[in-house]
T-cell receptor, first 113, second 112 residues
């Protein structure tokens, strides 16, 4: 089954404790992206990657890091989480061209105390 | 940067009533996509519009792309409880393959 998976689905942590949210897709997509969703703000892009070892900032990259060492994986790293990073996070992937639909993962609900 | 505004933010309708959500972009779009997110779920692709003035239908859903390719709408005829969720538009611009810019979404509640 074609899918995007994320882990963990739920995470409660404390300020400053490094964490990683994993994302994996099995559709051989070149393009992968991370979004955060907050009430009234829609989906805001954090980082994106157009291929292995190619990453770039989206609209709200501060406080986040990513890596793309393999085509299928695109982990999101919070080196020192803060309460304002409490949010719902979605990973997405698509074929490289802009005219392709994006497939979203199930989401990760993160709470930073 | 490119902005995509979506209104209304919330809409409550009685089952059987119609519903419309609107998207407006600050720049001309090359394409626009629509997604639906059920409560507790993730966004799921509904449709894409590419041509100026394009209209597409999916059963009770009608999607339009404006002549100037700066606005779009989604209209649902005779809503059902299964239509509940948040509807997002996402606009792309040619020359910027990196991203789609999402609107803030319209949360639809259908009252039985």
């Amino acid at each position: 089954e074609a899918q995007v998976t994320q882990n963990p689905r739920y995470l409660i942590t404390v300020t400053g404790k490094k964490l990683t949210v994993t994302c994996s897709q099995n559709m051989n997509h070149e393009y992968m992206s991370w979004y955060r969703q907050d009430p009234g703000l829609g989906l805001r892009q954090i980082y994106y990657s157009m291929n292995v070892e190619v990453t770039d900032k989206g609209d709200v990259p501060e406080g986040y890091k990513v890596s793309r060492k393999e085509k299928r994986n695109f982990p999101l790293i919070l080196e020192s989480p803060s309460p304002n990073q409490t949010s719902l996070y979605f990973c997405a992937s698509r074929q490289i061209a802009l005219y392709n639909e994006q497939f979203f993962g199930p989401g990760t609900r993160l709470t930073v105390l | 940067g490119q902005q995509v505004m979506q209104i209304p933010q919330y809409q409550h309708v009685q089952e059987g009533e119609d519903f419309t959500t609107y998207c407006n972009s600050s720049t001309t779009l090359s394409n626009i996509q629509w997604y639906k997110q059920r409560p507790g779920g993730h966004p799921v692709f509904l449709i894409q519009l590419v041509k100026s003035g394009e209209v597409k239908k999916q059963k009770r859903l009608t999607f339009q792309f404006g002549e100037a390719k700066k606005n779009s709408s989604l209209h649902i005829t005779a809503t059902q409880t299964t239509d509940v969720g948040t509807y997002f538009c996402a606009g792309g611009t040619s020359g910027s393959a990196r991203q789609l810019t999402f609107g803030s979404g319209t949360q639809l509640t259908v009252l039985p």
